[in-house]
């Protein structure tokens, strides 16, 4: 099994990259054309937010960029386990079985970062006397 790269930039690029080259083998249907132009859209968005997040003008700022990949990793998981579902590939494509367990694990760092931003911005809760 190949080892997943540390760095979260060049792993959500890997993820939309992976993600483009599974829409082109979608069938040209109306269902086909139409998952593969939502999953286009929210599977590549996560690696542009992630890297709008890094220049983020505040705390505020940071949390909302990684809140809108967070969402877009949940849109993207929803539409694949949606086309899995389908039939219009088959439910053992390797492509796809990887991209469910990648979207699974990038959602529980994006959901972590998130919960760690907000904590941070809160501040330290005071001691109970």
Request: hydrophobic share 35%; net charge positive.
């Amino acid at each position: 099994m190949e080892k997943k790269p540390y760095d979260l930039e060049e792993r959500t690029t890997m993820f939309g990259s992976a993600i483009i080259r599974f829409v082109d083998r979608l069938p040209n249907t109306v269902a086909g054309r139409h998952m593969g132009g939502q999953l286009v859209r929210c599977g590549t968005a996560p690696a542009f937010h992630y890297g709008e997040s890094q220049s983020a003008e505040s705390p505020k700022d940071f949390i909302h960029k990684i809140r809108i990949a967070h969402k877009e990793l949940k849109e993207s998981r929803s539409n694949l386990r949606m086309l899995k579902g389908s039939g219009l590939l088959p439910a053992t494509d390797e492509d796809m079985n990887w991209l469910l367990t990648e979207v699974e694990e990038l959602i529980k760092i994006f959901g972590k970062i998130l919960s760690t931003a907000k904590k941070n911005l809160d501040g330290p809760k005071p001691l109970k006397s």
